[in-house]
């Protein structure tokens, strides 16, 4: 309730630095982030991104170093993405299955380094292993057959689990996957191993610097509107999440972040679930443009960005800023 002025002044509460820190309604932490990492072949490597300035790829070495500062900087949960040789991809992406790819022995490292201080996030889809760039099998009219990749990505999810990932994240958007995987794990030994789907993923114009970090920018052709979502659609996400959640997801992603605010807000409303925002490449980059470019201030930008994905209702936010923005807020 609000009462008239001058018995309401709601700038009384905002004149003071402890104030404002009093009424504060939503905090950021450590705790909320989870750090996205790329992985490439070799030794004591590290490849700048030139799309994402101030993101590299890095060598299992070097992932596992990373994973250590996100411990020692209070971050829960490292992402994992890999950049397969070119020579290892194929049609049918079968790299995925592979219980030594870069994404198995890169899980496997953190893992024997850092045990259960760290959490390790898979992304389970085909695009970083196919080809054709697509997450998908591919028929002859060009089209991202579902039945046949879901088991795919069964294989897929359950090789990474194998190698000791905890958390399984598909951002593939075929029908039906989540069911196909849960069982599964169930089946394969790993009942607590978390599903944390992108439900809501948008086909999307921010994704390019990604597909530079992962090598499939190149390969691709066409897009991927068969399978990820409109961007015209809010209502069409809340059937994706529903249908993930009664299918065994343990928590749900949108993807993009910030243009889907609305989306990140109706999900928390309607499901009460924990959701997660992926702050993408593009959305990354961006930020990196403005400060470059002398037009914002980029601490300012992702501090003002990450609490408004809090604000709106996650549980954390997936973020290339993450061990700058873990550093800001340690002090
Ligand atoms: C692949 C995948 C993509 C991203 C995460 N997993 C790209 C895509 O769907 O083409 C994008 C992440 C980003 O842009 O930071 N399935």
């Known amino acids: 309730m609000t009462g008239s002025y001058p018995n309401t002044r709601l700038r009384r509460t905002r004149a003071t630095g402890w104030s404002r820190a009093l009424h504060r309604e939503t905090v950021l932490t450590p705790a909320d982030l ?11 490597v590290e490849e700048p ?61 953190i893992k024997d380094a850092c045990g259960d201080s760290i959490g390790v996030l898979t992304d389970v889809a085909l695009d970083p292993y196919t080809s054709h760039g697509q997450d998908g ?13 879901v088991a795919m990505l069964v294989d897929q999810a359950v090789n990474q689990a194998n190698a000791g990932a905890d958390i399984i994240a598909p951002s593939d958007m075929m029908d039906g996957r989540i ?51 409109d961007p015209a659609n809010a209502d069409e996400a809340m059937r994706e999440v529903a249908l993930d959640i009664a299918e065994g997801a343990d928590s749900v992603m949108v993807k993009p ?40 201030d980029r601490d300012a930008l992702v501090l003002e960005k990450l609490i408004a994905f809090k604000r709106a209702g996650c549980s ?11 550093r800001l807020l340690n002090g």
């Open 34 to 44: 989870i750090w996205p990492l790329f992985v490439t072949s070799g030794t004591g």
């Open 49 to 109: 991104i030139a799309t994402l300035p101030g993101v590299s790829r890095w060598s299992v070495d070097g992932i596992v170093a990373r994973a250590k500062e996100a411990v020692d900087l209070g971050i829960p949960v490292v992402a994992l993405f890999p950049n397969t040789p070119r020579e290892l991809r194929s049609d049918d992406g079968a790299e995925a299955h592979n219980p030594d790819n870069l994404m198995c022995q890169a899980i496997r490292a």
């Open 137 to 149: 099998l591919v028929n002859d009219a060009g089209y991202v057959v579902n039945d046949a990749t």
């Open 179 to 229: 069911h196909a995987i849960r069982m599964a794990l169930e089946m394969n030994g790993h009942p607590n191993v978390q599903i944390m789907s992108y439900a809501a993923k948008y086909a999307s114009a921010f994704y390019g610097p990604f597909r530079d970090a992962v090598g499939s920018g190149g390969l691709l052709k066409g897009d991927k509107k068969a399978y990820q979502m």
């Open 257 to 296: 972040g910030l243009a889907y605010l609305d989306i990140i807000y109706r999900v928390k409303q309607r499901f009460d679930v924990p959701v997660f925002a992926y702050q993408v490449s593009g959305e990354y980059a961006m930020i990196e443009a403005a400060q470059a470019a002398g037009i914002g």
């Open 316 to 326: 954390g936010i997936l973020t290339y800023h993450a061990a700058h923005v873990a």
